[in-house]
Structures are given as structure tokens and as C-alpha cells.
């Protein structure tokens, strides 16, 4: 689904793969790919940046709503910050969690935040009623955006990646 979202300082729209080496800022860095689940390794280089990109960008139209991988930008000056995703959570494909990676110079200004509420916003529109979103219990940065998010920590699991992860959830009526 194309989805084109608008905040004071950030736009949310699907990738293209001309992106590759905006998003190479971001998934190609060790700081980010430490803390990505088990099937996003760190991109090695643009040139396998663009594979998983042609492989987003073809993946996105099959997708149902609200599932899907965005490209975050900065209106200011029309740079990719970072992504962020609405996945079916595995192995059971019940749950939607929602992610989100910002390169680490662009970290520290609540960017995940903003970019988050605003697919959040748009994903209660799409006949869901929860979301959730994971994270390594010392991914001290994801939880801590999870939490400013409105998410409330419902548990630790290792049901979704064999990995034991913080779990939160949010549903319509806990957005600001
Ligand atoms: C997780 C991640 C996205 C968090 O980035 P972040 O910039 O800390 O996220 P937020 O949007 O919540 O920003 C909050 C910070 O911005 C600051 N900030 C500055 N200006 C702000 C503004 N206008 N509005 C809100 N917060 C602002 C806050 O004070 C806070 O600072 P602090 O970290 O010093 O306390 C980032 O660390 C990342 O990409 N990590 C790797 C990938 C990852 O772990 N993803 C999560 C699992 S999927």
C-alpha cells in the first residue's frame, strides 16, 4: 500500500530503490544491525543495499494493510533518517509489531518517536487493534522509545525469534 504520512519535521513514504545508499546510512551501520532481529543482517555494502531494497519495494503492494517497510525523511532537508516496518511477527503471523531504525547520527531527537505515532496513527485506520514492538532487554534505546511511545510492557518472551525479547503493546485509545 503507498502511504505518504506528514509530521512537522518528518515525512513516512515507501522505499525506492534509488534509496540505496540513504538506507546503507542505516542498515549498513554495526550500531544498527546489532540490535535487528535475526533475519535483517547488517548490509554489507549499496550493492546489497539495493537487493534488499528491490526486494522491499516489490514485497510492499502484496502486502495486507498495514504490514508494510517505510523510508523515513527528514522534511528540513530531504534526507533519509532512517525506516520503519509493520511486520506479522513470527512463527505464528498473529501479531503485528511495529520497528523502527534510525541511523545513529540522527538518534537523540525523537525521530522514532515521531515517525512511530504518525504509522501508528495511520495503522489504527486499518482495522487492527493492537500493535506490538520487541527488543533485546539492553536495547536500552528501543525500550526506552517504546515507552514513549504510550507501549505498555505486557512481558519478556522468547516465543517470536528463539531470542528473549521485551515485549510491548499499544492499542488505539493509548496514542496522545
Ligand atoms: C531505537 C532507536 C530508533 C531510538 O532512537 P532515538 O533517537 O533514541 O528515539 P526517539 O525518537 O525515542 O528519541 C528520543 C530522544 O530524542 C530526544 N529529543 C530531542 N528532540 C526531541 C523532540 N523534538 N521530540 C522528542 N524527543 C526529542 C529525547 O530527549 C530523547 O533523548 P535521549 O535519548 O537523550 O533521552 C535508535 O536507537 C536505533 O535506530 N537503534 C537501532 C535499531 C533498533 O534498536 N531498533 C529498535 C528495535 S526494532
Do not use: C, H
Not at 41 to 50: E, L, N, S
Not at 65 to 86: F, K
Not at 109 to 114: F, L, S
Request: glycine letters at 6%; hydrophobic letters at 45%; a negative charge.
Amino acid at each position: 500500500m503507498d502511504v505518504w504520512l506528514r509530521s512537522d519535521r518528518l515525512l513516512v513514504r515507501d522505499w525506492a530503490v534509488t534509496d540505496a545508499p540513504a538506507a546503507f546510512a542505516v542498515y549498513g551501520s554495526e550500531d544498527v544491525a546489532q540490535w535487528l532481529t535475526p533475519e535483517m543482517q547488517q548490509v554489507p555494502d549499496d550493492t546489497a543495499m539495493r537487493s534488499v531494497l528491490e526486494a522491499w519495494v516489490e514485497a510492499q503492494p502484496n502486502l495486507q494493510p498495514p504490514t508494510g517497510r517505510w523510508a523515513v525523511v527528514r522534511r528540513e532537508d530531504d534526507e533519509i533518517v532512517g525506516g520503519v516496518a509493520l511486520r506479522l511477527l513470527p512463527p505464528y503471523d498473529e501479531d503485528i509489531e511495529i520497528s523502527w531504525q534510525l541511523r545513529p547520527d540522527a538518534w537523540g531527537q525523537g525521530y522514532a518517536k515521531e515517525s512511530a505515532t504518525m504509522l501508528m496513527r495511520w495503522a489504527f485506520t486499518q482495522d487492527i487493534d493492537e500493535l506490538f514492538a520487541v527488543a533485546r532487554p539492553d536495547n536500552t534505546r528501543a525500550v526506552a522509545t517504546a515507552r514513549r511511545l504510550g507501549m505498555e510492557w505486557v512481558g519478556e518472551t522468547d516465543k517470536y525469534y528463539g531470542q528473549r525479547l521485551q515485549v510491548f503493546r499499544i492499542r488505539p485509545g493509548d496514542l496522545d
